[in-house]
């Protein structure tokens, strides 16, 4: 099935609604320390190039994109708790194994 252009500018459109809210961002870097700015700037790319992502910011619409990012970075930050969580509980395993 072939995809018209209106359809392809659309698209376009819609995944540049996340690309602009995250470089509206992109000045609060600067005024983070090294380590934090670098953090930051990766939690941003990661939700950048996440396309789950870009279709939920898609769906809420350019008026609600700054809460949306807020949304995604609070997701990937649970995820990366859970993440940990799961790795603490494996160790936790592995010691008890080892008594």
């Known amino acids: 099935m072939e995809v ?5 500018k659309e698209e376009k459109d819609n995944v540049d ?7 509206s961002w992109k000045d609060f870097e600067y005024t983070l320390r090294e380590e ?3 953090l930051f700037n990766e ?4 939700c950048g190039h996440n396309r789950y ?3 939920a910011v898609i769906s809420k619409g350019e008026c609600f994109s700054a ?3 807020f949304m995604l970075l609070v ?4 995820k990366m708790i859970n993440e940990l969580i799961i790795k603490l509980s494996e160790c936790k ?3 008890k194994q080892r008594q």
Not at 4 to 8: D, H, I, L, M, T
Not at 17 to 23: C, F, S
Not at 75 to 78: A, S, T, V
């Open 4 to 8: 018209s252009k209106n359809e392809q």
């Open 17 to 23: 609604i996340l690309a602009k809210e995250i470089k």
């Open 36 to 38: 934090k700015a670098l």
């Open 43 to 46: 939690m941003l790319s990661e």
């Open 53 to 55: 992502y870009m279709r």
């Open 67 to 69: 809460e949306s990012l």
């Open 75 to 78: 997701l990937q930050q649970q």
């Open 93 to 95: 395993m592995l010691q």
